[in-house]
């Protein structure tokens, strides 16, 4: 027990040192894990690893989609919502019927139900290596947040697809009406689980007398509430973590103190952290386990067919990207669109080489059971896995590593979808120094020139000074206070009208007011 206990302190610190080397040497984190992994694995000594996947399901899966729930711009994602459930489902499905006949066509003892069922595992891309990778080079924001809105969603989809799929195959057969019925469940169960816990996670929020602490490990157990009902109740698990994420996401500023957003927010940034980098390193370190179910296929063989669903996966992603983009073209005559121009002929190229996938694949393939109800030995389960190692690993190796270069080569076109940061930042300014005065000036109006506070918190907004002098008293505390919320009232407030300023900055402002206002708080009258 110990010794396992200082294996894992171990892996954490490897985790450290080798996102610090990723950044050194400017590759996406995930790349170095999932290698590095590899290699721990075959040190002599090292115990091998059995992944559990209800460990990846119930653990790691909730925390990482409710962090990225939290995380995506709402106004973005709501944006550009038809391309976004286009990828996030049709295109599964297409994916997963595609890899489903190529692999009953080219893998001996492959049916079509186990190519379903593997279709299914490897379709849903893994967005934590492909944020991890743009980090590197600059992409457009509405390429940004269709592969976040996507991962969002992809996973739900893949393991509905899954489940039908194992359905299949322990049956032999598919009846569409139940699958339509148990899809429909799926969604509706999932999403509506989802937001009805996260209606109850804000409203305890709001009446119980909690504190930072508290609210910050209602917000760490809120995603395995929502996650586990759901499942129990046979419905999306990932669905309920998405949409009630995203509920409470677009609420937080109603029930949540500053004191507690900063709390949870530096929390949250290092759990996820941790999780991300255990996740990819143990995808890396699973590799001992997985090549020794091959038995009866040979190691070459095997390789070869993963390589050859690798490369379905890719050319599937990108044709669909263009499918899109088509689709777009036609549908702009008879709907509103988000952008009703001709669209870049480049952007479905970066779109579908970012289709790395992760650790949600290994974990739905090492979920599959090794025995049917019969007590018959699950068919090609050993080989399904290894397909899906490959899969991973070469996305990961071949589309992470050139990604940044793909882009660079084919140019990143640019849309006016935003203001520019600079013409951004002088607006929300203008706006906020604007609102203050003219509050100060309307609510006290005469005494301003009677009471020295007033004026001085007058001249600070009215100069645009961005340090507050500290030199507070009660009275200009409370008045300080007061027009920090209401900077906070008209930043929300623009970013629902203003659609040219991006989200990502008015958040970095609201961020400030509330740094600003613990700062006040904790500083007391002087």
Excluded at 155 to 172: H, K, Y
């Amino acid at each position: 027990m110990v010794e396992d206990f200082l294996f894992y302190i171990g892996l954490v610190i490897a985790i450290i040192l080798l996102v610090m080397l990723a950044t050194k040497i400017k590759v996406a984190y995930p790349v170095v894990l999932v290698l590095a992994g590899l290699l721990i694995s075959l040190i002599p000594g090292v115990p091998v690893l059995h992944i559990n996947p209800e460990l990846i399901f119930i653990i790691f899966l909730p925390p990482l989609l409710y962090e990225a729930a939290w995380a995506i711009s709402w106004k973005e994602f709501w944006r550009w919502r038809r391309i976004i459930f286009s990828f996030a489902f049709p295109v599964v499905l297409i994916t997963a019927v595609s890899v489903a006949f190529v692999a009953n066509a080219f893998i001996p003892g492959m049916s079509l139900a186990l190519g379903f069922l593997l279709g299914g595992i490897v379709s849903p891309p893994d967005a934590v290596s492909a944020a991890a990778i743009l980090k590197f080079v600059k992409v457009p924001k509405r390429v940004a947040t269709l592969l976040e809105g996507e991962s969002l969603l992809n996973d739900a989809s893949s393991l509905i697809i899954f489940r039908f799929g194992l359905i299949a195959v322990a049956t032999g057969q598919f009846i569409w009406y139940n699958a339509a019925f148990n899809f429909m469940w799926m969604v509706i169960g999932g999403v509506g689980i989802g937001l009805l816990i996260a209606w109850i996670f804000m409203k305890a929020h709001k009446i119980l007398p909690t504190d930072a602490n508290i609210d910050t490990i209602l917000t760490l157990v809120a995603p395995f509430v929502m996650y586990i009902v759901a499942e129990e109740a046979h419905s999306s698990g990932v669905l309920a973590v998405v949409s009630g994420g995203l509920f409470l996401s677009t609420k937080r500023y109603q029930f949540i103190s500053s004191s507690s957003r900063l709390k949870g927010f530096n929390v949250w940034e290092s759990l996820v952290f941790l999780l991300n980098g255990l996740v990819f390193l143990l995808i890396g370190l699973d590799l001992p386990e997985i090549v020794s179910g091959l038995e009866d296929v040979s190691l070459g063989a095997a390789i070869g067919y993963g390589l050859l669903v690798t490369l379905v996966l890719i050319i599937v992603r990108i044709l669909a990207a263009y499918g899109a983009v088509l689709t777009t073209m036609v549908m702009r005559n008879f709907i509103t669109v988000a952008d009703s121009r001709t669209p870049n002929a480049r952007m479905p190229i970066i779109i579908g080489w970012a289709g790395m996938r992760g650790v949600v694949s290994l974990a739905a393939a090492l979920s599959i059971p090794f025995t049917l109800e019969s007590g018959i030995e699950f068919p090609q389960r050993n080989l399904i896995l290894f397909i899906t190692f490959i899969v991973i690993l070469t996305t990961l190796l071949l589309q992470g590593l050139t990604l940044p270069y793909v882009i660079r080569v084919i140019g990143v076109p640019k849309f006016d979808d935003h203001l520019p940061e600079k013409e951004a930042h002088k607006k929300i300014k203008r706006e906020l120094f604007n609102h203050s005065t003219n509050l100060i000036q309307e609510k006290y109006g005469e005494k301003i020139k009677e009471k020295k506070e007033l004026a001085q918190l007058l001249q600070h907004w009215q100069e645009n000074n961005e340090d507050l002098p500290l030199n507070f008293t009660d009275e200009k505390k409370s008045l300080y206070l007061e027009l920090l919320n209401k900077q906070r009232e008209l930043l929300i407030s623009l970013n629902n009208v203003e659609h040219k300023i991006d989200e990502d900055l008015i958040r970095n402002y609201l961020h400030k007011i509330d740094l600003e206002e613990e700062k006040i708080k904790l500083g007391g009258p002087k």
